[in-house]
């Protein structure tokens, strides 16, 4: 993936979800509009956390190359660079792939 010249403001995250899976477990061979958007994918960048009442920033559980899963309708879909990219708030971020 190219640089991303973007930084994500307060808990927004920006994902790059995987490719979707063109082949089932069973061997059936799946055209483009069959495929199920992937809800798993490659952080490339966080933002700096969010503004707690103290005035200071809460600290992110996710870093920039983690694997996650995410909900599926969760964030917003934007094109950068000719590239699919999810903005998600960390909220939206169901699981941490270990």
Do not use: C, F, H
Request: aromatic share 2%; glycine share 14%; proline share 5%.
């Amino acid at each position: 993936m190219s640089k991303i010249n973007l930084r994500p403001l307060d808990d927004r995250v920006i994902v790059k979800p995987a490719d979707a899976e063109a082949v089932t477990s069973g061997g059936i061979v799946l055209p483009g509009s069959a495929q199920e958007k992937p809800q798993r994918g490659t952080v490339v960048a966080v933002g700096p956390g969010r503004l707690l009442d103290s005035g200071n920033r809460g600290e992110l559980s996710v870093a920039v190359g983690d694997t996650v899963i995410y909900g599926k309708y969760g964030g917003s879909e934007v094109e950068v660079n000719g590239e699919e990219i999810k903005i998600l708030r960390e909220s939206d971020i169901l699981a941490k792939v270990l």
